[in-house]
């Protein structure tokens, strides 16, 4: 079976109705829903990407610590 794509909005009862499906009746779906210009697809998923990173030497036993330009994290 074909895969088709199509856009909708949700309605206020948070439901979503899609007409005109090129598909028999009885034929079994896989519906899959993706949010589009949702707040969590803007949100970077790494931080520290980019930012340039200095390493202290020294620190205690095992731990490896690092600082970037905003914040100090330690491993």
Known sequence: MRDYRVGVEVTEDGSVTIKGLPLQ????????IGGRGC????E???PLRGK???YIAGGSGRAM???SETDAYIF
């Open 25 to 32: 009746p009885g034929d079994r779906v896989e519906v899959i």
């Open 39 to 42: 707040d969590a697809a803007r």
């Open 44 to 46: 970077q998923p790494y």
């Open 52 to 54: 340039p990173v200095k």
């Open 65 to 67: 610590s690092f600082m």
